[in-house]
């Protein structure tokens, strides 16, 4: 079993940056393709980026590609999303998820376990 908590969400103005951080509980978390996803009202959940289990292999989706990094402590436990020149259409309810699987999978149904989501919101 693992448990993930997303923080660092909050309000920012278009154009600026923002970093929300998941912790994962469990010794396991190495062994984990780590992702995130975002939904906004009214949307289905979408992928953003995710990250091998290793950290040496990304797949980031092309709305926020160039603007957005994934990243990830192993010795922490925790998984990073870098946002920078944050848009308006931005603005949702960021998740993180755990699967433990080889590759990055971009379906939510592929993910085992999720946190319980940090709000973004960005201001025009």
């Known amino acids: 079993q693992m448990q993930l908590v997303e923080s660092g969400g909050g309000l920012v103005q278009a154009g600026g940056s923002l970093i929300v951080s998941c912790a994962a509980s469990?010794?396991?978390?190495?062994?984990?393709?780590m992702g995130w996803f975002r939904q906004a009202p009214g949307k289905e959940r979408e992928f953003v980026a995710g990250?091998?289990?290793?950290?040496?292999?990304?797949n980031i989706a092309d709305s926020v590609k160039g603007r957005f990094t994934i990243s990830r402590d192993n010795a922490k436990n925790t998984v990073y999303l870098q946002m920078n020149n944050l848009k308006p259409e931005d603005t949702a309810v960021y998740y993180c998820?755990?699967?433990?699987?080889?590759?990055?999978?971009?379906?939510?149904?592929?993910?085992?376990?999720w946190g319980q989501g940090t709000q973004v919101t960005v201001s025009s």
């Open positions: 469990g010794r396991t978390f190495s062994t984990y393709v």
């Open positions: 998820a755990a699967a433990q699987t080889v590759l990055i999978h971009t379906r939510t149904d592929r993910y085992d376990y």
């Open positions: 990250l091998s289990r290793t950290g040496g292999t990304t």
